[in-house]
């Protein structure tokens, strides 16, 4: 058994039924070929790079399965029959898995309870939010950070005063250095 990775593009414009009905479908050819579901990610709508069957956008959604090579050719064959799947890729993930280790629970594959499972309900507490920082406090914090910086800045020209001087006089006689050269090569 071996574990893969297929992320498919269904038509925008197919409505929320005929979606499930792919996932559907989808799921049972799983469970017909002993595969298990491990993984469904629904991507939401996206652009195109470029047009697909004239199509600007997709619907994407990824899945990770495990099962044996029969079950990824029934999903791809699947997948080239229906006109509402614009494209497909299907990968290896991992080669001769042991099922035992597989997660027995299946991951939720309907788009509105995916949706909505993101959301709390009414009933339960939700986190709630950090206090803002105060914008004095925030400036307090900012001026000290500023004045640490230029007593760095200041105490590192106070160790070594002569070295900004050595610096810029150096850069000064590898100009004039450069022009005399350029000048003794043209003739």
């Known amino acids: ?3 893969y990775e ?7 414009d197919v409505a929320g039924p005929d979606q499930e009905a792919i996932i559907d479908r989808i799921r049972s050819l799983i469970s017909q070929h002993d595969g298990r579901l491990l993984v469904f990610d629904d991507w939401g709508i996206r652009k195109f790079a470029y047009e697909i069957q004239k199509k ?4 994407y959604i990824r899945i ?3 099962g044996n090579g029969e079950l990824v050719y029934s999903i791809e064959r699947f997948f080239r029959i229906d006109f ?9 993930l991992d080669r001769n898995i042991d099922p035992d280790s597989l997660p027995t629970e ?3 594959t309907s788009f509105t309870s995916a949706v909505t499972s993101e959301q709390p309900s009414a009933g339960t507490e939700t986190e709630k939010p950090e206090a803002p ?4 406090e925030e400036t307090r914090e900012e001026e000290a950070q500023e004045e640490e910086a230029q007593e760095e800045e200041a105490s590192r020209i106070a160790e070594a005063p002569g070295e900004a001087e050595e610096t810029q ?5 590898q100009a004039a250095e450069s022009e005399t050269k350029e000048s003794s090569d043209g003739f």
């Open 1 to 3: 058994m071996n574990r």
């Open 133 to 136: 920082v105060a914008p004095e």
């Open 6 to 12: 297929t992320v498919f593009i269904i038509d925008p």
């Open 84 to 92: 509402r799947v614009l494209k497909f890729l299907t990968i290896v």
């Open 64 to 66: 990770e399965y495990a």
């Open 106 to 108: 299946e991951p939720q």
């Open 169 to 173: 006089e150096t850069e000064e006689t």
């Open 56 to 59: 600007k956008q997709g619907h």
